[in-house]
Nanobody
Framework: VQLVESGGGLVQAGGSLRLSCAAS????????MGWYRRAPGKERELVAF???????NHADSVKDRFTISRDNTKNTVYLQMNSLKPEDTAVYYC???????????????WGQGTQVTVSS
């Protein structure tokens, strides 16, 4: 199983970016999917997560600016980031709880990370 992220880059403050993360491989089902980030010198933090049914939760620091969504037909999770601020600069990682077979429990999988840099 692989999670492959795309969409990071350099943007000016106030701009937007859309991150994507596609899961591939031997997959029976995907449960919760989420985005985390790690800024330089800081601990990794949860940005947002979304359940299989579409319920979402966003960190207070990104509410009303970021929106998480998913396309279950494509095994893909998205993070639309608007009104970006310099403090949003970080490496963003996607996460998914994946069951590889019908008889297996879910396991955590992580993407390789994508850099988001917001200039002031």
């Amino acid at each position: 199983v692989q999670l492959v992220e795309s969409g990071g880059g350099l943007v000016q403050a106030g701009g937007s970016l859309r991150l994507s993360c596609a899961a591939s491989g031997s997959i029976f089902s995907i449960g919760n999917m989420g985005w985390y980030r790690r800024a330089p010198g800081k601990e990794r933090e949860l940005v947002a997560f979304i359940t299989l049914g579409g319920s979402t939760n966003h960190a207070d620091s990104v509410k009303d600016r970021f929106t998480i969504s998913r396309d279950n037909t494509k095994n893909t999770v998205y993070l639309q980031m608007n009104s970006l601020k310099p403090e949003d600069t970080a490496v963003y990682y996607c996460n998914a709880v994946i069951r590889r077979w019908s008889h297996s429990a879910g396991s955590d999988y992580w993407g390789q990370g994508t850099q988001v840099t917001v200039s002031s």
